[in-house]
């Protein structure tokens, strides 16, 4: 079947589910115990970078975790996925997390 016209396929516009703050502190509070917010920037779709410390579960250390949602943001940033990354006492940051908006659901890296 052909239609002709533009067609609204959210999937190729590239369109991600926007989690919540709360979503994304939840996803936090399963790495780290007791996250304190040091920087959360919102667009007007919600909010798109969150840097939080906080001990690590397994590490018992404190680290800083930072959510990134994909997209383009007024800050000048941008990013191809939205993720959530640890940085380390040295300021190394590795990426433990993405997630997949089609499945909705985080993957672990």
């Known amino acids: 079947m052909v239609t002709e016209g533009p067609q609204d396929n959210a999937t190729e516009r590239g369109f991600e589910g926007i989690l919540t703050r709360e979503q994304v502190l939840s996803k936090l509070s399963t790495y780290c115990e007791n996250p304190t917010i040091l920087k959360e920037l919102r667009d007007k779709d919600g909010i ?3 840097e939080v410390r906080g001990t690590r579960k397994v590490e ?3 680290a800083e975790y930072i959510y990134q949602r994909k997209g383009t943001f007024p800050n000048g940033s941008d990013s191809l996925v939205t993720s959530i990354m640890v940085v380390d006492d040295g300021g190394w940051a590795e990426n433990i997390a ?3 908006s089609v499945t909705r659901k985080w993957v672990i890296m």
Do not use: C
Request: proline share 0%; charged share 45%; aromatic share 22%.
């Open 48 to 50: 798109y970078l969150l």
């Open 60 to 62: 018992k250390d404190i």
């Open 98 to 100: 993405e997630y997949d």
